[in-house]
C-alpha cells in the first residue's frame, strides 16, 4: 500500500512554470498536480498533509558534480558519501552525480567497484557516479560502450590537467571523444594546460613564491581559455558533444560561446565558488598568510570582474548547470600540507550543502529568475546526465525528491553550524534569503524544520540515459 503525501499551498517552481499548486505523492513518486483550492485538489485524501503555505515547492537540487573521499594530493576528501550526502540534503540536494576514479594501470570497472563500495548502503538521499577516464586505452574504451548500455556511467571525464596523475594527451581525448560519439557517452572535460602550468609551478617554487595566492597565479586564465579551445576543436573533429567542467574564465567562457553559436553540441558548467568568490580569497591573510589555503582549487577562482560574466553566461544559456565540484579538506592537517609550497595544498573546495541558497540569493540579488535557478540547479543537471524526468522536475511518475523552500528564511552559513565535514565554511559569515524548510527523497520526509529524519542507506543508485541535449 503506497502511502499518499499531500504538499498543499505552495508556490511550486519548475524550469517551465511557477503555478499554485498542491502536489500529490504516491509512495516514492508524484501522483498529480492540481491547482490549490481546486475540486481536483480537495478531493484528495491523504496520509499525511505537509503545508506549504508561503513556501516554495522546488524538484530536489541535482549536483552533478561531487567528490566524496576522492583520494588526493596524499590525502582524501573529507566528507564521506555518509556526511557528504546528508549535507547535500541539508541544503535541497537530493541527487548527486559523485566520479568514480579509474585508478592508473586498473580498468574502470575496478574504479566503480571501489566508489559502489564507498557509497552502497551509505547515501542519505540518490546517487549516480560519472567515470573519471585516467587511462584511455583499447580495454578502456570497450568498457565505455558497456557502462553507456548498462546506464551504469554514460558520461566520462577527462583532464588536459594535472600530468601524471589523471592528464590524458590530445590522442588519448580525441580517442574517447570518438568513442562516446560512437556510443552515446558524453565526455567531459577539465580544461587546463596542465603541462604549461607545471612548468609555471616549478619557476614559481624556485622564485621563492610559496604562498596560496600563488596557485591562482600560475594557473593562468590563458591556459584555462586555450584548453576550452583545443577541447572544443578535438570535439568537432571527433564529432562528439562536450561537457566542459567548472568554467572560472570569462575568456573560457567567450569560447564555448562561440562554439554554440556555431551549432555545436558543447555545454558548460560553472560552479557558486567562482560566482560568489574570486582571487581577494586567496590573498594572503590570517597570522601567517597561509588562510588562502582555504580557497584553492582549480580551475583556481579568478579576479572578480570574472563573475559578472559568468552570470550572464548562465542568463544567456552559454552556459546551462551550476554544480559544486564539492571536494572538501580540512583546513587543519589537509590544506596545511601545502605550507611553504603551494603545489602541495589539495585541490578544492566544500560547497554541496550551500549551493540551492546560494543560487536562491542571486535571485533576489537579480541575477537570474526563480526559474532559471531551478533550471541551472536541478533540471538541467538531470537532463544533462539522463536523469530526467526521474530527477529534476515535478511531474506526475517523477520520483518524488522535492524540497519545501522557505524564501524568507535568513541564515548566516558558518562552519560551526553546517553539516559537511569539514573545518571551515568557504563562505563564512555570508547572510543568504531562504533555506530548504522539507526534503523529500523518494517521497520520504529526510528533513523537516531543522530536524533530521533520514537515515543512510534511503539513498540508492541511479542508472542513467545519455544526455538528453544532443541534436
Ligand atoms: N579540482 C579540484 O579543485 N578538486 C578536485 C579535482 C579538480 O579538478
Ligand atoms: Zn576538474
Ligand atoms: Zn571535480
Ligand atoms: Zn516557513
Not at 475540486?39 to 516554495?56: F, M
Not at 566524496?68 to 552525480?97: C, H, K, N, Q, Y
Not at 567497484?113 to 540518490?126: E, M, Q, S, T, V
Not at 571536494?327 to 585541490?347: H, T, V, W
Request: glycine residues 10%.
Amino acid at each position: 500500500p503506497n502511502a499518499r503525501t499531500v504538499i498543499r499551498g505552495g508556490l511550486v517552481i519548475t524550469a517551465a512554470d511557477e503555478l499554485h499548486a498542491d502536489v500529490l505523492i504516491e509512495g516514492e513518486r508524484v501522483a498529480a498536480l492540481a491547482t490549490t483550492g481546486s475540486a481536483a485538489a480537495e478531493a484528495w485524501t491523504a496520509d499525511t498533509v505537509i503545508d506549504a503555505t508561503g513556501h516554495y515547492v522546488i524538484p530536489g537540487g541535482v549536483d552533478a558534480h561531487t567528490h566524496m573521499e576522492l583520494p588526493f594530493g596524499g590525502t582524501a576528501a573529507s566528507d564521506t558519501f555518509e556526511t557528504g550526502t546528508r549535507a547535500a540534503a541539508w541544503g535541497g540536494t537530493t541527487t548527486i552525480v559523485d566520479f568514480a576514479v579509474q585508478p592508473v594501470g586498473a580498468s574502470l570497472r575496478e574504479g566503480l567497484d571501489a566508489w559502489h563500495a564507498k557509497a552502497d548502503g551509505n547515501c542519505a538521499i540518490d546517487y549516480a557516479f560519472h567515470t573519471i577516464v585516467s587511462d584511455v586505452n583499447d580495454g578502456v574504451l570497450k568498457e565505455m560502450d558497456a557502462l553507456v548500455d548498462s546506464g551504469e556511467s554514460t558520461s566520462f571525464k577527462l583532464f588536459m590537467a594535472y600530468p601524471g596523475v589523471f592528464y590524458s594527451d590530445d590522442g588519448r581525448i580525441l580517442r574517447a571523444m570518438q568513442r562516446g560519439a560512437a556510443n552515446g557517452g558524453l565526455i567531459m572535460m577539465h580544461a587546463e594546460n596542465g603541462i604549461a602550468i607545471d612548468v609555471l609551478v616549478e619557476q614559481a617554487l624556485a622564485a621563492g613564491h610559496t604562498a596560496p595566492r600563488y596557485h591562482g597565479e600560475v594557473r593562468r586564465e590563458l591556459l584555462e581559455a586555450e584548453a576550452t579551445h583545443r577541447a572544443i576543436k578535438l570535439a568537432q573533429v571527433a564529432g562528439s558533444p562536450l561537457y566542459v567542467v567548472h568554467v572560472s574564465a570569462a575568456s573560457a567562457l567567450a569560447e564555448l560561446a562561440q562554439a554554440r553559436d556555431a551549432g555545436l553540441n558543447v555545454f558548460g558548467e560553472t560552479c557558486p565558488q567562482y560566482l560568489f568568490l574570486s582571487t581577494d580569497n586567496l590573498a594572503e591573510t590570517g597570522a601567517d598568510g597561509f588562510e588562502g589555503a582555504k580557497y584553492v582549487c582549480s580551475t583556481p577562482l579568478r579576479p572578480r570582474e570574472h563573475q559578472a560574466a559568468l552570470w550572464r553566461g548562465l542568463r544567456a544559456n552559454d552556459l546551462q548547470v551550476v554544480s559544486t565540484d564539492h571536494c572538501p579538506f580540512c583546513f587543519a592537517g589537509q590544506k596545511e600540507l601545502g605550507r611553504g609550497d603551494f603545489s602541495k595544498i589539495p585541490n578544492g573546495l566544500p560547497g554541496v550543502e550551500n549551493r540551492m541558497d546560494l543560487l536562491h540569493q542571486a535571485v533576489v540579488d537579480g541575477h537570474i529568475t526563480r526559474r532559471r535557478w531551478i533550471e541551472i540547479a536541478c533540471t538541467t543537471p538531470a537532463r544533462m546526465f539522463g536523469l530526467h524526468p526521474r530527477k529534476g522536475t515535478i511531474t506526475p511518475g517523477a520520483d518524488a525528491d522535492i524540497v519545501v523552500y522557505d524564501p524568507t528564511a535568513v541564515q548566516t552559513v558558518s562552519a560551526a553550524t553546517h553539516h559537511m565535514n569539514v573545518d571551515y565554511s568557504a563562505y563564512e559569515g555570508r547572510q543568504l534569503a531562504g533555506r530548504a524548510r522539507t526534503v523529500l527523497s523518494r517521497g520520504t520526509v529526510v528533513l523537516d524544520d531543522g530536524t533530521w529524519l533520514g537515515r543512510a542507506g534511503h539513498g540508492a543508485f541511479q542508472r542513467r540515459d545519455t544526455c538528453q541535449y544532443l541534436t
